[in-house]
């Protein structure tokens, strides 16, 4: 059997890719979001990370990771007692935010 690809992977819904909802550049970054996830239903970039990854600023993330929870293409949750980090799901590719695999992550507010 083949191994997986190195850094990262992920599959990256169509649904959410062909949503006339959110802007082009927040489907890039969901689609940035998905290779993250690799084979778990969510993952935790820092802002930091995804701005870098995309040649952009911290700002434009924090803005369209909004448009895509806004629309409900993903969640932001904090993780475990650590305000500092979030964790994203992004929309399972068969149309449903799915659950994570057991991590301790809890809903964040509208912020």
Do not use: N, W
Request: aromatic share 8%.
């Amino acid at each position: 059997m083949a191994s997986l690809p190195k850094g990262g992977y992920g599959i990256v819904g169509r649904m959410a890719m062909r949503s006339d909802k959110v802007c082009k550049e927040a489907k890039a970054v969901y689609a940035l979001l998905c290779s993250y996830t690799g084979g778990k239903h969510y993952c935790y970039p820092t802002v930091i990370t995804l701005a870098k990854d995309l040649c952009t600023s911290e700002r434009t993330i924090i803005r369209l990771t909004e448009e895509l929870r806004q629309h409900g293409f993903c969640r932001k949750l904090k993780v475990g007692k650590d305000k500092r980090k979030t964790a994203y799901i992004p929309l399972h590719p068969y149309g449903g935010l799915d659950d994570t695999d057991g991590t301790y992550l809890t809903e964040l507010d509208d912020t």
